[in-house]
């Protein structure tokens, strides 16, 4: 099973990264989707989908606290399970977005739905950050691999 996403630390800032591929009840990233519309960030669906570094776990954690609440339903950072148990990671931006949790100006949380679920990021794939850090996405990697 390969990683469609990694979340991870460089340099004292909040790297989410995916490998910008749609794949349906997977991942839709940032940009044109294939029914013609365009997203303004990404979601990604599933556990077994999101690789995610220790420290990762605790700057997303501080950012969603120290950033700005508010009641919209939209959010720079958001995690919460559907209906169906499974676990699902957005953000706003790019494909590849980092965030600088000492600079929050234009990071907000939007609780319009309810404020993340962060007990969940500890149910995501936990890999070591040095090794997403330096991982490249291609379609035969195996979760395994990051493991090793």
Same mark, same amino acid.
């Given at each position: 099973?390969?990683?469609?996403? #990694?979340? !991870?630390?460089n340099n004292? #800032?909040? !790297?989410?990264?995916?490998?910008?591929v749609y794949k349906d009840r997977e991942l839709c990233p940032a940009g044109p989707t294939p029914a013609g519309g365009f997203s303004i960030g990404s979601t990604v669906i599933g556990r077994k989908n999101i690789a995610i570094s220790q420290e990762?776990?605790?700057?997303f954690t501080d950012i969603?606290?120290?950033?700005e609440h508010n009641g919209n339903d939209l959010s720079c950072l958001s995690i919460f399970s559907t209906i169906y148990g499974d676990i699902v990671v957005g953000w706003l931006g790019e494909n590849k977005t980092v965030i600088d949790p000492n600079h929050?100006?234009?990071?907000?949380?939007g609780c319009g739905e309810g404020f993340p679920q962060l007990s969940l990021l500890n149910e995501l794939r936990i890999v070591d950050n040095e090794?997403?850090?330096n991982h490249?996405?291609?379609s035969n990697d195996d979760i395994k691999t990051l493991n090793a």
């Open positions: 099973m390969s990683i469609l996403a #990694k979340i !991870y630390v004292d #800032k909040l !790297y989410l990264e995916n490998c910008g990762a776990i605790k700057m969603v606290y120290n950033a929050l100006e234009d990071v907000f949380i090794v997403l850090k490249k996405f291609n």
